[in-house]
């Protein structure tokens, strides 16, 4: 047995439906790589653009970033997958209490401060 360890196996373990499987995965997971390589120099180039105001430049920003958030957990993070509910409850509740905190301290702050 140990005389044909250096030899390369004939076939995969996985099944045509696995190897296509695993095959639509990495091609969903590149094109998400590349549109959020493009989201970042989008958000370079209205940083870099002159004519561009602060006023937008700025939400536009965490537009952005947001969504670049959540296609870095939706799919780098597999939160699509069906075995993911809880995860995914447990994110979105956070996401639930956190902006109202988020929100209301941002007024707190921009009330006080001016």
Same mark, same amino acid.
């Given at each position: 047995?140990?005389?044909?360890?250096?030899?390369?196996?004939?076939?995969?373990?996985?099944?045509?439906?696995?190897?296509?499987?695993? @095959?639509?995965?990495?091609?969903?997971?590149?094109?998400?790589?590349?549109?959020?390589?493009? +989201?970042?120099?989008?958000?370079?180039?209205?940083?870099?653009?002159?004519?561009?105001? @602060?006023?937008?430049?700025?939400?536009? +920003?965490?537009?952005?970033? *947001?969504?670049?958030?959540?296609?870095?957990?939706?799919?780098?993070?597999?939160?699509?997958?069906?075995?993911? /509910?809880?995860?995914?409850?447990?994110? +979105?509740? /956070?996401?639930?209490?956190?902006?109202?905190?988020?929100?209301?301290?941002?007024? *707190?702050?921009?009330?006080?401060?001016?």
């Amino acid at each position: 047995m140990a005389e044909n360890l250096d030899q390369p196996f004939k076939e995969s373990a996985m099944n045509s439906e696995e190897r296509r499987k695993i @095959n639509r995965e990495q091609r969903t997971q590149v094109i998400a790589f590349a549109f959020m390589i493009g +989201i970042t120099i989008l958000a370079f180039l209205a940083v870099g653009a002159e004519g561009i105001p @602060n006023a937008f430049t700025v939400p536009f +920003i965490l537009l952005l970033a *947001l969504v670049q958030l959540i296609l870095q957990l939706y799919y780098f993070m597999h939160l699509k997958d069906k075995d993911h /509910g809880w995860p995914n409850s447990f994110m +979105i509740s /956070g996401l639930v209490l956190a902006a109202p905190m988020i929100a209301a301290l941002i007024l *707190l702050l921009g009330v006080v401060k001016y």
